[in-house]
């Protein structure tokens, strides 16, 4: 039977490498991989803790998996480093941490190409376990009307509220460029376009998404935390009125 591994962050491209040539199953345990209550997880880690390390610990309660390789490193963050301690008490898997400083980028054509944010989303989300190089002709870039900055939310749903023709920064960038902690590439900002800066409530990032934001002349700072609630959804749509920026979306055929 295959194995079956467990990944939180980005581990380094040479283990991804690695698992793909033992031709082992990935699970991104950063996404929601089981329909149970999150509040199972309240016996492991505070509730007032960000919502993707409390669907790890969830998702690693529900999955079996024969290792887990956790990025604790500058391109994940200390809760994950805290998180992997707790893995390790609760599991008896190997829990292995990684510090992805992988410099060499691989291309981010999809945060700048013309689709439903939610798409792009999901493809960036589902390439963490790919060692492709980019796809540049097959997504090629189109003007810009607005920004995401962030990481990807914990509800997607938050997506369906961006036109077609918005571009992705900050580390959603760098999850698409294999270069998860490249803070330069995560701080750059496009200040032509209105830009929503979104992090997870009690994720650290909350800190460099506001400051940003204020730096921003058309700059929405929003953190949600495990659902993006009516008044995140109406904050976004009243900022993209404000701002004149039409929200034309493609209608699914
Ligand atoms: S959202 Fe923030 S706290 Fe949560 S895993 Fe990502 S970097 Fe860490």
Not at 145 to 150: I, K, L, P, R, V
Not at 189 to 218: E, M, W, Y
């Amino acid at each position: 039977m295959k194995e079956k591994v467990g990944i939180v962050g980005i581990p380094p491209l040479e283990i991804i490498k690695e698992l793909h040539r033992k031709k082992v199953e990935i699970i991104d345990l950063d996404e929601p991989q089981v329909q149970a209550s999150l509040e199972l997880t309240a016996a492991h880690l505070p509730r007032v803790y960000c919502a993707i390390l409390r669907t790890v610990i969830l998702n690693a309660m529900h999955i079996e998996l024969d290792r887990i390789y956790i990025d604790v490193g500058p391109g994940k963050c200390d809760c994950a480093l805290h998180v992997s301690i707790i893995l390790k008490d609760m599991l008896s898997i190997p829990i292995i941490p990684t510090r992805n400083q992988d410099m060499e980028g691989l291309g981010f054509p999809l945060c700048r190409t013309r689709m439903p944010l939610l798409d792009k989303m999901l493809t960036i989300t589902k390439n963490v376990r790919s060692i492709n190089r980019d796809e540049g002709k097959k997504y090629p870039s189109c003007p810009p009307t607005a920004g995401f900055w962030g990481v990807p939310p914990r509800d997607f749903n938050l997506l369906t509220l961006f036109p077609d023709t918005t571009h992705i920064y900050g580390w959603t960038r760098c999850m698409e460029n294999k270069t998860p902690s490249d803070l330069s590439l995560e701080s750059q900002i496009n200040p032509g376009v209105p830009t929503v800066f979104f992090a997870q409530s009690f994720c650290a990032k909350t800190a460099l998404a506001r400051h940003l934001a204020d730096r921003h002349p058309r700059g929405l700072y929003l953190d949600c935390d495990v659902a993006a609630g009516s008044s995140a959804r109406a904050k976004i749509e009243a900022f993209f009125e404000l701002s004149g920026t039409p929200v034309l979306r493609k209608e699914k055929s």
